[in-house]
């Protein structure tokens, strides 16, 4: 066969091995993430509406997750403010959940930047810290470990 029809097959034959090289390829390791697929449906449900299927927010209402928020984890107060802020302390599922959707969201939107020494959000540390949300100082708070942040890069 030659032609046209020759050069199709061939493209769909290179289809189809990036698919199974892709279904074939081990996903990197998620450290307290059960459940990856619960994770990404809890992601879908309860924060893509505002932070967006990317995770680049919305510069004017919501802050962007993609390539910032582990950077909150370098800093004094980042760590308990990821899961104080109504959004999240809020949310209508539990604190393993919850934990669990905190790591997914962390490891999946800004790998690049989570601490080398990293400790997986637990059920435990999210029941602790969603019983004391941020409400009305989440602006002031968010400013002061973004400066936090911005100080910290400059240091490096």
């Known amino acids: 066969m030659s032609g046209p029809a020759a050069l199709l097959l061939s493209a769909l034959g ?3 091995l990036a698919v199974v090289g892709q279904a074939g390829a081990a ?5 307290g993430v059960a459940n990856p697929e619960q994770a990404r449906i809890d992601y879908i449900l309860k924060c893509q509406g ?7 927010g919305d510069i004017a209402h919501t802050p962007p997750l993609k390539g910032e928020v582990a950077r909150f984890l370098h800093v004094p107060g980042g760590r308990e403010f990821l899961a104080r802020v109504p959004g999240v302390a809020s949310v209508d599922l539990s604190d393993a959940r919850l934990a669990q959707l905190l ?3 962390v490891l999946r939107f800004d790998r690049a930047h989570v601490p080398a020494d990293f400790a997986p959000y637990s059920a435990a540390e999210i029941a602790q810290l969603r ?3 941020i409400r009305l100082e989440r602006q002031a708070t968010r400013a002061s470990l973004v400066t936090a942040i911005g ?3 400059q240091g490096d």
Request: positive net charge.
């Open 14 to 16: 290179l289809c189809a």
């Open 27 to 31: 996903p990197a390791a998620m450290p």
């Open 103 to 105: 790591n997914w969201t």
């Open 50 to 56: 505002c932070h967006q299927p990317d995770g680049s």
């Open 151 to 153: 100080d910290r890069a």
């Open 131 to 133: 019983r004391r949300p």
